[in-house]
Protein backbone atom coordinates (compact mmCIF):
# COMPACT_ATOMS: atom_id res chain seq x y z
CA UNK A 1 0.00 0.00 0.00
CA UNK A 2 1.28 2.97 -0.80
CA UNK A 3 -0.38 5.47 1.55
CA UNK A 4 -3.43 4.89 4.21
CA UNK A 5 -5.06 7.32 6.56
CA UNK A 6 -6.91 6.77 9.81
CA UNK A 7 -10.62 7.80 9.79
CA UNK A 8 -12.86 6.94 12.82
CA UNK A 9 -15.95 4.69 12.94
CA UNK A 10 -19.33 6.80 13.50
CA UNK A 11 -20.31 6.36 17.18
CA UNK A 12 -22.73 3.94 16.11
CA UNK A 13 -20.62 1.85 14.40
CA UNK A 14 -18.45 1.32 17.63
CA UNK A 15 -21.37 0.33 19.70
CA UNK A 16 -22.51 -2.40 17.03
CA UNK A 17 -19.10 -4.13 16.58
CA UNK A 18 -18.83 -4.13 20.44
CA UNK A 19 -22.06 -5.57 20.98
CA UNK A 20 -22.09 -7.89 18.34
CA UNK A 21 -19.19 -9.67 19.23
CA UNK A 22 -20.20 -10.34 22.34
CA UNK A 23 -23.62 -10.79 21.90
CA UNK A 24 -23.34 -13.26 18.73
CA UNK A 25 -20.83 -15.02 19.44
CA UNK A 26 -22.78 -17.99 19.92
CA UNK A 27 -23.89 -17.81 16.09
CA UNK A 28 -20.38 -17.15 14.98
CA UNK A 29 -20.51 -19.05 12.06
CA UNK A 30 -23.41 -16.77 10.21
CA UNK A 31 -20.52 -14.34 9.21
CA UNK A 32 -19.77 -16.79 6.37
CA UNK A 33 -23.64 -16.09 5.70
CA UNK A 34 -23.08 -12.55 5.71
CA UNK A 35 -20.20 -12.28 3.39
CA UNK A 36 -21.72 -14.47 0.39
CA UNK A 37 -24.80 -12.76 0.94
CA UNK A 38 -23.10 -9.68 0.21
CA UNK A 39 -20.50 -11.13 -2.82
CA UNK A 40 -24.19 -12.37 -4.39
CA UNK A 41 -25.57 -9.09 -3.71
CA UNK A 42 -22.90 -6.85 -5.64
CA UNK A 43 -22.54 -9.97 -8.57
CA UNK A 44 -26.24 -9.40 -9.14
CA UNK A 45 -26.02 -5.75 -9.03
CA UNK A 46 -23.28 -6.14 -11.76
CA UNK A 47 -25.39 -8.26 -14.42
CA UNK A 48 -28.16 -5.67 -13.75
CA UNK A 49 -25.14 -2.31 -14.92
CA UNK A 50 -24.28 -4.77 -17.47
CA UNK A 51 -27.67 -5.24 -19.27
CA UNK A 52 -27.23 -2.11 -20.58
CA UNK A 53 -23.07 -1.55 -20.16
CA UNK A 54 -21.47 -4.68 -21.08
CA UNK A 55 -17.81 -3.17 -20.74
CA UNK A 56 -18.27 -2.67 -16.60
CA UNK A 57 -17.51 -7.00 -17.22
CA UNK A 58 -14.34 -5.86 -18.24
CA UNK A 59 -13.97 -9.06 -20.79
CA UNK A 60 -15.02 -11.64 -17.49
CA UNK A 61 -18.76 -12.02 -17.58
CA UNK A 62 -18.31 -15.25 -15.52
CA UNK A 63 -19.54 -14.37 -11.98
CA UNK A 64 -18.54 -16.15 -8.98
CA UNK A 65 -17.64 -16.01 -5.31
CA UNK A 66 -14.46 -17.71 -4.19
CA UNK A 67 -13.71 -18.89 -0.61
CA UNK A 68 -9.83 -19.46 0.19
CA UNK A 69 -8.27 -20.49 3.16
CA UNK A 70 -4.61 -20.13 4.46
CA UNK A 71 -3.54 -22.08 7.24
CA UNK A 72 -0.08 -20.85 7.80
CA UNK A 73 -1.15 -17.44 7.93
CA UNK A 74 -4.80 -18.59 9.42
CA UNK A 75 -6.27 -15.94 6.74
CA UNK A 76 -10.20 -16.97 5.49
CA UNK A 77 -10.58 -14.84 1.88
CA UNK A 78 -13.98 -14.27 -0.13
CA UNK A 79 -13.33 -12.48 -3.59
CA UNK A 80 -16.52 -11.88 -5.58
CA UNK A 81 -16.51 -10.28 -9.39
CA UNK A 82 -19.20 -7.96 -8.19
CA UNK A 83 -19.54 -4.84 -8.76
CA UNK A 84 -17.14 -3.49 -6.35
CA UNK A 85 -17.06 0.03 -4.06
CA UNK A 86 -15.37 3.68 -4.91
CA UNK A 87 -13.64 5.20 -2.36
CA UNK A 88 -16.49 7.18 -1.28
CA UNK A 89 -18.73 3.53 -0.79
CA UNK A 90 -16.20 2.08 1.21
CA UNK A 91 -16.58 4.95 3.87
CA UNK A 92 -19.83 5.47 4.04
CA UNK A 93 -20.64 1.13 3.55
CA UNK A 94 -17.74 -0.32 5.89
CA UNK A 95 -17.66 2.89 8.09
CA UNK A 96 -21.32 4.00 9.06
CA UNK A 97 -24.79 2.54 9.74
CA UNK A 98 -27.12 4.51 7.77
CA UNK A 99 -30.35 3.06 9.08
CA UNK A 100 -32.24 6.12 11.03
CA UNK A 101 -33.33 5.54 14.28
CA UNK A 102 -29.56 3.37 14.86
CA UNK A 103 -28.94 5.50 17.92
CA UNK A 104 -32.22 4.78 19.61
CA UNK A 105 -32.14 1.32 18.55
CA UNK A 106 -28.59 0.72 20.24
CA UNK A 107 -29.53 2.56 23.24
CA UNK A 108 -31.93 -0.40 23.89
CA UNK A 109 -29.55 -3.05 23.80
CA UNK A 110 -29.54 -4.35 27.78
CA UNK A 111 -26.33 -5.87 28.17
CA UNK A 112 -28.41 -9.68 28.66
CA UNK A 113 -26.56 -11.70 25.98
CA UNK A 114 -29.85 -13.48 24.53
CA UNK A 115 -32.03 -10.76 24.05
CA UNK A 116 -29.60 -8.63 22.44
CA UNK A 117 -29.01 -11.02 19.92
CA UNK A 118 -31.94 -11.22 19.09
CA UNK A 119 -32.34 -7.55 18.64
CA UNK A 120 -29.57 -7.07 16.65
CA UNK A 121 -30.24 -10.61 14.50
CA UNK A 122 -33.33 -7.96 13.90
CA UNK A 123 -31.55 -5.32 12.85
CA UNK A 124 -29.42 -7.24 10.32
CA UNK A 125 -25.85 -6.52 11.03
CA UNK A 126 -24.16 -7.87 7.64
CA UNK A 127 -20.32 -7.13 7.21
CA UNK A 128 -19.36 -5.98 11.00
CA UNK A 129 -20.47 -9.66 11.49
CA UNK A 130 -16.76 -10.51 10.23
CA UNK A 131 -15.49 -9.32 13.42
CA UNK A 132 -17.01 -11.81 15.31
CA UNK A 133 -14.66 -14.18 13.77
CA UNK A 134 -11.39 -12.36 12.81
CA UNK A 135 -9.27 -9.65 14.83
CA UNK A 136 -8.08 -8.02 11.59
CA UNK A 137 -10.25 -7.30 8.63
CA UNK A 138 -8.42 -6.02 5.05
CA UNK A 139 -10.62 -5.17 2.20
CA UNK A 140 -9.49 -4.77 -1.34
CA UNK A 141 -11.95 -3.82 -3.35
CA UNK A 142 -12.15 -1.92 -7.31
CA UNK A 143 -15.70 -0.18 -8.89
CA UNK A 144 -16.29 -2.14 -12.14
CA UNK A 145 -15.79 0.70 -14.96
CA UNK A 146 -13.35 2.76 -13.14
CA UNK A 147 -9.72 2.67 -13.80
CA UNK A 148 -6.84 0.24 -12.28
CA UNK A 149 -5.21 3.00 -9.98
CA UNK A 150 -8.78 3.43 -8.22
CA UNK A 151 -8.62 0.33 -6.22
CA UNK A 152 -9.56 0.90 -2.38
CA UNK A 153 -7.78 -0.60 0.66
CA UNK A 154 -9.47 -0.80 4.10
CA UNK A 155 -8.20 -2.59 7.01
CA UNK A 156 -9.65 -2.69 10.59
CA UNK A 157 -9.24 -4.22 13.69
CA UNK A 158 -12.67 -3.82 14.66
CA UNK A 159 -12.09 -1.01 17.26
CA UNK A 160 -12.47 2.18 17.26
CA UNK A 161 -11.32 2.86 13.66
CA UNK A 162 -9.83 1.59 10.22
CA UNK A 163 -7.42 2.53 7.73
CA UNK A 164 -7.92 3.68 4.26
CA UNK A 165 -5.89 3.81 0.92
CA UNK A 166 -5.42 3.70 -2.53
CA UNK A 167 -4.01 0.44 -4.65
CA UNK A 168 -4.01 -0.81 -8.03
CA UNK A 169 -6.11 -3.14 -8.58
CA UNK A 170 -6.43 -5.19 -11.31
CA UNK A 171 -9.58 -6.91 -11.28
CA UNK A 172 -12.87 -5.35 -10.57
CA UNK A 173 -15.00 -6.50 -7.30
CA UNK A 174 -14.42 -7.00 -3.96
CA UNK A 175 -11.89 -9.34 -1.89
CA UNK A 176 -11.79 -9.67 2.09
CA UNK A 177 -9.67 -10.82 4.23
CA UNK A 178 -9.94 -11.93 7.46
CA UNK A 179 -7.32 -12.58 9.83
CA UNK A 180 -8.59 -15.04 12.36
CA UNK A 181 -8.65 -14.88 15.77
CA UNK A 182 -7.06 -17.64 17.84
CA UNK A 183 -9.18 -20.81 18.58
CA UNK A 184 -11.12 -19.81 15.21
CA UNK A 185 -8.97 -22.56 13.26
CA UNK A 186 -12.11 -24.36 12.33
CA UNK A 187 -12.86 -21.89 9.47
CA UNK A 188 -9.62 -23.26 8.25
CA UNK A 189 -11.26 -26.51 7.26
CA UNK A 190 -12.24 -27.42 3.70
CA UNK A 191 -15.20 -29.66 5.22
CA UNK A 192 -16.16 -27.28 7.52
CA UNK A 193 -15.89 -24.93 4.60
CA UNK A 194 -18.21 -26.69 2.24
CA UNK A 195 -20.71 -27.74 4.95
CA UNK A 196 -21.27 -23.70 5.99
CA UNK A 197 -21.93 -22.79 2.45
CA UNK A 198 -24.34 -25.59 1.62
CA UNK A 199 -26.02 -25.13 4.78
CA UNK A 200 -26.61 -21.43 4.31
CA UNK A 201 -25.70 -19.99 1.02
CA UNK A 202 -26.77 -23.11 -1.23
CA UNK A 203 -29.52 -20.88 -2.95
CA UNK A 204 -27.11 -18.35 -4.43
CA UNK A 205 -27.76 -18.20 -7.93
CA UNK A 206 -23.92 -17.81 -9.12
CA UNK A 207 -21.22 -20.64 -8.04
CA UNK A 208 -19.28 -20.40 -4.60
CA UNK A 209 -15.87 -21.86 -5.73
CA UNK A 210 -13.24 -23.60 -3.58
CA UNK A 211 -9.63 -25.10 -4.39
CA UNK A 212 -9.73 -28.90 -2.76
CA UNK A 213 -7.89 -31.79 -2.87
CA UNK A 214 -8.36 -33.47 -5.76
CA UNK A 215 -7.86 -36.53 -3.93
CA UNK A 216 -8.01 -38.60 -7.32
CA UNK A 217 -4.51 -37.50 -7.74
CA UNK A 218 -3.06 -39.71 -5.28
CA UNK A 219 -3.78 -42.84 -7.62
CA UNK A 220 -2.47 -43.98 -10.87
CA UNK A 221 -4.37 -45.48 -13.96
CA UNK A 222 -4.38 -49.06 -11.83
CA UNK A 223 -5.53 -47.46 -8.55
CA UNK A 224 -2.11 -47.76 -6.48
CA UNK A 225 -1.10 -44.69 -4.01
CA UNK A 226 1.36 -43.25 -6.04
CA UNK A 227 4.82 -42.24 -4.36
CA UNK A 228 5.99 -39.36 -3.52
CA UNK A 229 2.47 -37.59 -3.87
CA UNK A 230 2.26 -33.98 -3.92
CA UNK A 231 -1.21 -32.69 -3.16
CA UNK A 232 -3.19 -31.52 -6.45
CA UNK A 233 -5.79 -29.15 -5.95
CA UNK A 234 -8.92 -28.00 -8.26
CA UNK A 235 -11.42 -25.44 -8.25
CA UNK A 236 -14.84 -27.03 -7.36
CA UNK A 237 -18.34 -25.93 -7.16
CA UNK A 238 -19.81 -26.58 -3.69
CA UNK A 239 -23.15 -24.70 -4.18
CA UNK A 240 -26.33 -25.75 -6.03
CA UNK A 241 -26.46 -22.00 -7.83
CA UNK A 242 -30.04 -22.58 -8.78
CA UNK A 243 -32.30 -19.75 -7.38
CA UNK A 244 -34.23 -21.41 -5.07
CA UNK A 245 -37.42 -19.80 -5.92
CA UNK A 246 -36.81 -21.37 -9.45
CA UNK A 247 -36.95 -24.92 -8.28
CA UNK A 248 -39.98 -27.34 -7.43
CA UNK A 249 -41.66 -26.63 -4.54
CA UNK A 250 -41.35 -30.48 -3.48
CA UNK A 251 -37.55 -30.11 -3.62
CA UNK A 252 -37.32 -27.87 -1.35
CA UNK A 253 -36.46 -28.08 2.31
CA UNK A 254 -37.65 -25.93 4.44
CA UNK A 255 -34.15 -25.07 6.14
CA UNK A 256 -33.62 -23.80 2.41
CA UNK A 257 -36.58 -21.56 2.51
CA UNK A 258 -35.26 -20.22 5.69
CA UNK A 259 -32.31 -19.46 4.63
CA UNK A 260 -33.11 -18.54 1.60
CA UNK A 261 -35.36 -15.62 3.92
CA UNK A 262 -32.64 -14.87 5.79
CA UNK A 263 -30.11 -13.75 2.79
CA UNK A 264 -33.20 -11.42 1.33
CA UNK A 265 -34.48 -9.62 4.46
CA UNK A 266 -31.63 -9.71 6.33
CA UNK A 267 -33.03 -11.03 9.33
CA UNK A 268 -31.63 -13.55 11.54
CA UNK A 269 -34.35 -15.11 12.83
CA UNK A 270 -36.94 -17.23 10.78
CA UNK A 271 -39.75 -16.45 8.67
CA UNK A 272 -43.08 -17.23 10.49
CA UNK A 273 -44.33 -18.65 7.21
CA UNK A 274 -44.13 -18.28 3.10
CA UNK A 275 -46.00 -18.54 0.01
CA UNK A 276 -44.11 -19.73 -3.25
CA UNK A 277 -46.06 -19.75 -6.33
CA UNK A 278 -45.07 -20.48 -10.14
CA UNK A 279 -48.14 -18.85 -12.21
CA UNK A 280 -48.53 -19.43 -16.26
CA UNK A 281 -51.13 -18.20 -18.17
CA UNK A 282 -51.91 -14.46 -18.35
CA UNK A 283 -49.48 -13.44 -16.29
CA UNK A 284 -46.09 -15.46 -16.17
CA UNK A 285 -44.59 -15.39 -12.96
CA UNK A 286 -42.76 -16.88 -10.10
CA UNK A 287 -43.23 -14.97 -6.51
CA UNK A 288 -42.07 -16.36 -3.29
CA UNK A 289 -43.31 -14.58 -0.21
CA UNK A 290 -42.24 -14.43 3.44
CA UNK A 291 -44.12 -13.34 6.21
CA UNK A 292 -41.60 -12.38 9.28
CA UNK A 293 -41.18 -13.72 12.84
CA UNK A 294 -40.98 -9.57 14.26
CA UNK A 295 -41.60 -6.61 13.38
CA UNK A 296 -38.09 -4.98 12.52
CA UNK A 297 -37.34 -1.99 14.61
CA UNK A 298 -37.60 0.82 11.66
CA UNK A 299 -41.06 -0.31 10.70
CA UNK A 300 -42.60 3.19 11.84
CA UNK A 301 -39.86 5.06 9.55
CA UNK A 302 -41.69 6.46 6.92
CA UNK A 303 -38.30 5.77 4.94
CA UNK A 304 -38.39 3.01 5.69
CA UNK A 305 -37.23 0.14 2.81
CA UNK A 306 -39.44 -2.32 1.57
CA UNK A 307 -40.78 -4.21 -0.73
CA UNK A 308 -40.05 -7.17 -3.00
CA UNK A 309 -36.67 -7.63 -4.86
CA UNK A 310 -37.39 -7.73 -8.31
CA UNK A 311 -36.15 -10.09 -11.24
CA UNK A 312 -37.12 -10.58 -14.57
CA UNK A 313 -36.81 -13.55 -16.02
CA UNK A 314 -33.78 -14.77 -13.22
CA UNK A 315 -31.90 -11.37 -13.88
CA UNK A 316 -31.92 -9.36 -10.76
CA UNK A 317 -33.40 -5.82 -11.71
CA UNK A 318 -33.79 -4.02 -8.45
CA UNK A 319 -34.07 -4.29 -4.51
CA UNK A 320 -37.19 -3.07 -2.39
CA UNK A 321 -39.32 -2.40 -5.77
CA UNK A 322 -42.55 -1.10 -3.62
CA UNK A 323 -44.98 -1.91 -6.61
CA UNK A 324 -45.83 -5.13 -5.84
CA UNK A 325 -47.63 -4.58 -2.90
CA UNK A 326 -49.91 -2.35 -1.14
CA UNK A 327 -48.26 -0.12 1.67
CA UNK A 328 -50.01 -2.18 4.34
CA UNK A 329 -48.39 -5.55 3.65
CA UNK A 330 -45.06 -3.71 3.98
CA UNK A 331 -43.65 -6.28 6.17
CA UNK A 332 -43.74 -8.89 3.88
CA UNK A 333 -40.25 -9.80 2.15
CA UNK A 334 -40.08 -11.94 -0.96
CA UNK A 335 -38.93 -11.79 -4.44
CA UNK A 336 -41.18 -11.31 -7.68
CA UNK A 337 -39.79 -12.96 -10.94
CA UNK A 338 -41.88 -11.45 -14.13
CA UNK A 339 -41.28 -12.97 -17.46
CA UNK A 340 -43.61 -10.37 -18.53
CA UNK A 341 -41.64 -7.12 -17.81
CA UNK A 342 -38.95 -6.11 -20.18
CA UNK A 343 -35.09 -6.37 -18.62
CA UNK A 344 -35.29 -2.78 -19.06
CA UNK A 345 -37.96 -1.78 -16.75
CA UNK A 346 -37.07 0.88 -14.07
CA UNK A 347 -38.95 2.51 -11.12
CA UNK A 348 -40.55 5.08 -13.19
CA UNK A 349 -41.50 2.36 -15.61
CA UNK A 350 -43.39 0.70 -12.34
CA UNK A 351 -45.29 3.31 -11.16
CA UNK A 352 -47.88 2.73 -14.40
CA UNK A 353 -47.53 -0.06 -15.91
CA UNK A 354 -50.39 -2.48 -16.49
CA UNK A 355 -48.67 -5.61 -15.77
CA UNK A 356 -47.04 -4.38 -12.37
CA UNK A 357 -50.66 -3.66 -11.11
CA UNK A 358 -52.11 -7.04 -12.72
CA UNK A 359 -49.06 -8.34 -10.25
CA UNK A 360 -49.59 -6.27 -7.44
CA UNK A 361 -53.62 -7.08 -7.39
CA UNK A 362 -52.34 -11.01 -7.49
CA UNK A 363 -49.73 -10.75 -4.89
CA UNK A 364 -51.92 -8.39 -2.59
CA UNK A 365 -54.51 -11.75 -2.98
CA UNK A 366 -51.61 -14.30 -2.05
CA UNK A 367 -50.35 -12.67 1.07
CA UNK A 368 -54.24 -12.06 2.40
CA UNK A 369 -54.89 -15.93 1.83
CA UNK A 370 -51.52 -16.84 3.31
CA UNK A 371 -52.93 -14.74 6.65
CA UNK A 372 -56.20 -16.45 6.30
CA UNK A 373 -54.56 -19.49 5.92
CA UNK A 374 -52.80 -19.30 8.98
CA UNK A 375 -56.04 -17.88 10.83
CA UNK A 376 -57.47 -20.66 10.28
CA UNK A 377 -54.98 -23.45 10.36
CA UNK A 378 -52.41 -22.13 12.85
CA UNK A 379 -54.29 -19.54 14.86
CA UNK A 380 -51.82 -19.25 17.63
CA UNK A 381 -48.80 -18.45 14.70
CA UNK A 382 -51.55 -16.12 13.57
CA UNK A 383 -52.15 -14.48 16.86
CA UNK A 384 -47.70 -13.49 16.85
CA UNK A 385 -48.47 -12.47 13.40
CA UNK A 386 -51.68 -9.82 14.87
CA UNK A 387 -49.99 -8.56 17.70
CA UNK A 388 -46.83 -7.72 15.89
CA UNK A 389 -47.87 -6.44 12.89
CA UNK A 390 -51.57 -5.87 13.55
CA UNK A 391 -51.22 -2.07 13.60
CA UNK A 392 -49.77 -2.20 10.22
CA UNK A 393 -53.13 -4.11 8.65
CA UNK A 394 -55.42 -2.02 10.12
CA UNK A 395 -54.17 0.80 7.34
CA UNK A 396 -55.40 -1.28 5.12
CA UNK A 397 -59.41 -1.18 4.98
CA UNK A 398 -58.61 2.83 4.59
CA UNK A 399 -55.95 1.83 1.10
CA UNK A 400 -57.65 -1.07 -0.65
CA UNK A 401 -61.00 -0.92 -0.89
CA UNK A 402 -61.52 -3.95 -3.25
CA UNK A 403 -59.68 -5.96 0.07
CA UNK A 404 -61.88 -4.74 2.36
CA UNK A 405 -63.71 -7.03 3.92
CA UNK A 406 -60.75 -10.03 3.44
CA UNK A 407 -58.68 -7.73 5.99
CA UNK A 408 -61.51 -6.27 7.94
CA UNK A 409 -61.79 -10.55 8.40
CA UNK A 410 -58.27 -10.77 9.02
CA UNK A 411 -58.40 -8.16 12.22
CA UNK A 412 -58.62 -8.81 15.82
CA UNK A 413 -59.72 -6.74 18.38
CA UNK A 414 -60.32 -6.71 22.50
CA UNK A 415 -63.51 -6.95 23.39
CA UNK A 416 -65.57 -7.56 26.68
CA UNK A 417 -66.44 -11.00 25.62
CA UNK A 418 -62.86 -12.34 26.72
CA UNK A 419 -62.34 -9.09 29.14
CA UNK A 420 -58.40 -9.05 28.05
CA UNK A 421 -56.31 -6.37 26.80
CA UNK A 422 -55.34 -8.81 23.94
CA UNK A 423 -56.40 -8.14 20.29
CA UNK A 424 -57.69 -12.45 20.23
CA UNK A 425 -61.28 -11.27 18.96
CA UNK A 426 -62.46 -11.30 14.77
CA UNK A 427 -65.01 -10.22 13.80
CA UNK A 428 -66.93 -13.06 12.85
CA UNK A 429 -66.32 -14.61 16.51
CA UNK A 430 -68.45 -11.17 17.41
CA UNK A 431 -71.00 -12.09 14.94
CA UNK A 432 -70.96 -15.77 16.31
CA UNK A 433 -72.01 -14.48 19.39
CA UNK A 434 -74.35 -11.94 18.33
CA UNK A 435 -77.72 -11.68 20.38
CA UNK A 436 -81.17 -12.31 18.70
CA UNK A 437 -82.33 -9.24 17.19
CA UNK A 438 -78.74 -7.54 17.56
CA UNK A 439 -78.05 -6.04 13.98
CA UNK A 440 -75.14 -3.91 14.01
CA UNK A 441 -71.47 -4.74 15.66
CA UNK A 442 -70.82 -2.79 18.79
CA UNK A 443 -67.68 -1.28 19.53
CA UNK A 444 -66.10 1.86 21.73
CA UNK A 445 -62.82 3.86 20.77
CA UNK A 446 -60.35 5.07 23.76
CA UNK A 447 -57.37 6.11 24.56
CA UNK A 448 -56.25 3.23 26.54
CA UNK A 449 -57.55 -0.10 26.62
CA UNK A 450 -58.77 0.21 30.50
CA UNK A 451 -60.41 3.46 29.52
CA UNK A 452 -62.53 1.65 26.90
CA UNK A 453 -63.33 -0.77 29.18
CA UNK A 454 -64.36 1.05 31.89
CA UNK A 455 -66.65 3.40 29.65
CA UNK A 456 -69.78 4.16 31.12
CA UNK A 457 -71.30 3.82 27.56
CA UNK A 458 -70.81 0.07 28.24
CA UNK A 459 -73.41 -0.20 31.12
CA UNK A 460 -76.06 -0.96 29.42
CA UNK A 461 -74.57 -3.45 27.29
CA UNK A 462 -73.01 -5.16 29.90
CA UNK A 463 -76.63 -5.48 31.75
CA UNK A 464 -78.44 -6.97 28.61
CA UNK A 465 -75.08 -8.95 28.05
CA UNK A 466 -74.04 -7.84 24.57
CA UNK A 467 -70.60 -7.47 23.66
CA UNK A 468 -68.51 -4.57 22.61
CA UNK A 469 -65.11 -4.47 20.79
CA UNK A 470 -62.74 -2.23 22.77
CA UNK A 471 -60.22 0.01 20.71
CA UNK A 472 -57.59 1.80 21.78
CA UNK A 473 -54.76 1.69 19.09
CA UNK A 474 -54.28 5.06 17.88
CA UNK A 475 -55.65 4.16 14.60
CA UNK A 476 -58.30 2.28 15.38
CA UNK A 477 -60.94 5.42 15.59
CA UNK A 478 -59.62 6.24 11.64
CA UNK A 479 -59.68 2.27 10.76
CA UNK A 480 -63.55 2.44 11.93
CA UNK A 481 -63.88 5.36 9.44
CA UNK A 482 -63.12 3.72 6.72
CA UNK A 483 -64.71 0.55 7.61
CA UNK A 484 -68.65 0.62 8.31
CA UNK A 485 -69.26 -2.09 7.93
CA UNK A 486 -68.87 -6.21 7.90
CA UNK A 487 -69.99 -8.74 6.44
CA UNK A 488 -73.95 -6.27 5.73
CA UNK A 489 -73.28 -5.41 9.49
CA UNK A 490 -72.87 -1.87 10.52
CA UNK A 491 -70.21 -1.21 12.79
CA UNK A 492 -71.12 1.57 15.69
CA UNK A 493 -69.24 3.12 18.15
CA UNK A 494 -71.29 2.93 21.03
CA UNK A 495 -70.18 6.80 22.66
CA UNK A 496 -71.49 8.44 19.02
CA UNK A 497 -75.05 9.29 18.44
CA UNK A 498 -78.59 8.01 19.91
CA UNK A 499 -78.48 4.57 21.22
CA UNK A 500 -81.34 2.72 19.37
CA UNK A 501 -80.94 -0.87 20.61
CA UNK A 502 -84.01 -1.69 18.68
CA UNK A 503 -84.94 -5.08 18.82
CA UNK A 504 -82.89 -5.47 21.68
CA UNK A 505 -85.17 -3.57 23.56
CA UNK A 506 -88.72 -5.09 24.66
CA UNK A 507 -91.61 -2.99 24.59
CA UNK A 508 -91.97 -2.61 28.47
CA UNK A 509 -88.49 -0.75 28.75
CA UNK A 510 -89.51 1.31 25.64
CA UNK A 511 -92.62 2.62 27.29
CA UNK A 512 -90.32 3.12 30.67
CA UNK A 513 -88.25 5.44 28.86
CA UNK A 514 -90.97 7.19 26.95
CA UNK A 515 -91.88 8.57 30.53
CA UNK A 516 -88.92 9.20 31.98
CA UNK A 517 -88.15 11.14 28.92
CA UNK A 518 -91.00 13.10 29.67
CA UNK A 519 -90.88 13.06 33.38
CA UNK A 520 -86.98 14.56 32.98
CA UNK A 521 -88.26 16.96 30.38
CA UNK A 522 -87.97 20.36 32.08
CA UNK A 523 -85.19 19.35 34.11
CA UNK A 524 -82.93 18.68 30.31
CA UNK A 525 -84.38 21.88 29.05
CA UNK A 526 -82.76 23.66 32.19
CA UNK A 527 -79.33 21.94 31.90
CA UNK A 528 -78.82 23.06 28.70
CA UNK A 529 -79.80 26.14 29.09
CA UNK A 530 -76.74 26.65 31.63
CA UNK A 531 -74.29 24.47 29.33
CA UNK A 532 -75.50 25.91 26.19
CA UNK A 533 -72.12 27.01 25.51
CA UNK A 534 -70.56 23.97 25.43
CA UNK A 535 -72.98 21.00 24.29
CA UNK A 536 -75.04 20.79 21.71
CA UNK A 537 -78.29 18.98 23.58
CA UNK A 538 -78.63 17.60 26.61
CA UNK A 539 -81.11 14.19 26.98
CA UNK A 540 -82.37 11.71 29.52
CA UNK A 541 -80.46 8.21 28.67
CA UNK A 542 -81.11 4.71 29.12
CA UNK A 543 -77.50 3.57 28.43
CA UNK A 544 -76.33 3.81 31.81
CA UNK A 545 -76.94 1.65 34.56
CA UNK A 546 -74.66 3.18 37.41
CA UNK A 547 -73.02 6.53 36.60
CA UNK A 548 -75.58 9.44 36.43
CA UNK A 549 -74.19 11.47 33.50
CA UNK A 550 -72.00 10.76 30.63
CA UNK A 551 -70.78 12.88 27.19
CA UNK A 552 -71.93 11.34 24.04
CA UNK A 553 -70.04 12.81 20.84
CA UNK A 554 -72.60 13.68 17.90
CA UNK A 555 -73.38 10.52 15.22
CA UNK A 556 -71.46 12.41 12.56
CA UNK A 557 -68.66 14.23 14.98
CA UNK A 558 -64.95 12.88 14.79
CA UNK A 559 -64.67 10.63 18.06
CA UNK A 560 -63.14 11.72 21.24
CA UNK A 561 -60.06 10.04 20.28
CA UNK A 562 -60.03 11.48 17.31
CA UNK A 563 -60.10 14.92 18.78
CA UNK A 564 -57.36 14.57 20.71
CA UNK A 565 -55.07 13.35 17.88
CA UNK A 566 -56.15 16.40 15.79
CA UNK A 567 -55.98 18.41 18.87
CA UNK A 568 -52.26 17.00 19.87
CA UNK A 569 -51.44 17.72 16.14
CA UNK A 570 -52.01 21.30 16.69
CA UNK A 571 -54.84 21.44 14.54
P1 LIG B 1 -26.50 -4.93 3.87
O1 LIG B 1 -26.02 -6.09 3.06
O2 LIG B 1 -27.68 -5.24 4.70
O3 LIG B 1 -26.67 -3.68 3.06
P2 LIG B 1 -23.92 -5.10 5.03
O4 LIG B 1 -23.33 -4.63 6.32
O5 LIG B 1 -23.86 -6.56 4.79
O6 LIG B 1 -25.38 -4.57 4.97
O7 LIG B 1 -23.17 -4.36 3.86
C1 LIG B 1 -23.15 -2.96 3.82
C2 LIG B 1 -22.94 -2.46 2.41
O8 LIG B 1 -21.60 -2.64 2.02
C3 LIG B 1 -23.75 -3.17 1.36
O9 LIG B 1 -25.04 -2.62 1.25
C4 LIG B 1 -22.91 -2.92 0.11
O10 LIG B 1 -23.23 -1.65 -0.42
C5 LIG B 1 -21.51 -2.86 0.65
N1 LIG B 1 -20.82 -4.14 0.44
C6 LIG B 1 -20.60 -5.10 1.36
N2 LIG B 1 -19.95 -6.14 0.82
C7 LIG B 1 -19.76 -5.85 -0.48
C8 LIG B 1 -19.15 -6.53 -1.61
N3 LIG B 1 -18.64 -7.75 -1.47
N4 LIG B 1 -19.14 -5.89 -2.79
C9 LIG B 1 -19.68 -4.66 -2.93
N5 LIG B 1 -20.28 -3.98 -1.94
C10 LIG B 1 -20.31 -4.56 -0.73
MG1 LIG C 1 -25.30 -7.80 3.79
Same mark, same amino acid.
Not at 150 to 176: C, K, M, N
Not at 198 to 217: F, G, L
Not at 502 to 529: P, V, Y
Given at each position: ?96 ? +? ?141 ? +? ?306 ? +? ?17 ? +????
Amino acid at each position: QATTEKREFQTEVKQLLHLMVHSLYSNKEIFLRELISNASDASDKLSFLALNDDGLYEGDGELNIRIDFDKKKKTLTLIDKGIGMSKDEVVSNLGTI +AKSGTAEFLKNMSGDQKKDARLIGQFGVGFYSAFIVADRVEVFTRKAGTPVEQGVYWSSEGAGEFDLGDIERPTRGTEIVLHLKKGEEEFLDEWRLKNLVRKYSDHISIPVMMEVEDHSAKYDDEGKEKENHKPVFKLEQINS +ATALWTRNKSDIKDEEYQEFYKHISHDFADAMTWSHNRVEGKLDYTSLLFLPAKAPFDMWNRDQQRGLKLYVQRVFIMDDAEQFLPTYLRFIKGVVDSNDLSLNVSREILQSNKTVDALKTALTKRVLDMLEKMAKKKPEDYQKFWDEFGQVLKEGPAEDFTNKEKVAGLMRFASTHTGEATQNVSLADYIGRMKEGQKDIYYVAADSHNTAAGSPHLEVFRKKGIEVLLLSDRIDEWLMGHLSEFDGKHLKDVGKGQLDLGDLEDEEEKKKHEETDKAFESLTSQIAKELEEDVKEVRTTHRLTDSP +ACLVVGEYDMGAQMRKIME +AAGQ
